[in-house]
């Protein structure tokens, strides 16, 4: 049995509709949603043992806000197990053997406030890309995939540019000749 034109018509524009809600929330990227009610088992990072101090006196005054002792410290115990010097994570001053690095990083001047503009940008890509993705939830597809792809660099012609500007590219294989 045939259903009668405006039935259809009627069902595709509820649809279109339904489709349409909820774009003012965060634009998530990627497909990797938690749904489920429990915790997220990926973000649970298991404290350290807690311990007696052998004085009471000798514990550090508490720092509301700050980093706790049984807090774990993943690149600290990196460094502790490969060998390394921890006393580098406790400074705040760029280390001795990182001061030429940072002055050859920065010789053209530096922003303070970069990660702030950079996040202000990127949260108005998502904004934008939630807003115009009419069919995201329909249709299969990476967010983040589409979100960004505009932004993408093409390795290949990025490489064929700075060699017909002169630049020296060492870590790409040679050009192949013409023939």
């Known amino acids: 049995m045939w259903m009668p034109r405006k039935t259809v018509v009627m069902l595709l524009a509820a649809a279109i509709v339904a489709g349409c809600g909820g774009r003012d929330r965060e634009v998530s990227l990627a497909n990797i949603r938690h749904t489920g009610n429990g915790p997220d088992e990926f973000s649970i990072i298991p404290s350290k043992p807690l311990e007696m101090p052998e004085d009471m006196a000798s514990l550090p005054a508490p720092t509301p806000g700050g980093p706790n ?87 290949h012609a990025e490489e064929r540019r700075l060699r017909r500007a002169g630049v020296r590219t060492p870590a790409a294989p040679p050009p192949t000749p013409r023939r």
Do not use: C, F
């Open 69 to 155: 002792r049984t807090d774990q410290n993943p690149v600290a115990d990196g460094i502790a197990a490969l060998g390394g010097n921890l006393a580098v994570t406790q400074t705040e001053a760029p280390s001795a053997a990182n001061a030429g690095l940072l002055v050859h990083t920065t010789r053209y001047g530096r922003d303070p406030g970069v990660r702030q503009a950079l996040a202000e940008e990127d949260r108005e890509i998502r904004r934008r890309y939630g807003r115009v993705n009419v069919l995201r939830g329909i249709l299969p597809g990476d967010d983040y995939v589409q979100a960004y792809e505009k932004q993408w660099l093409d390795a």
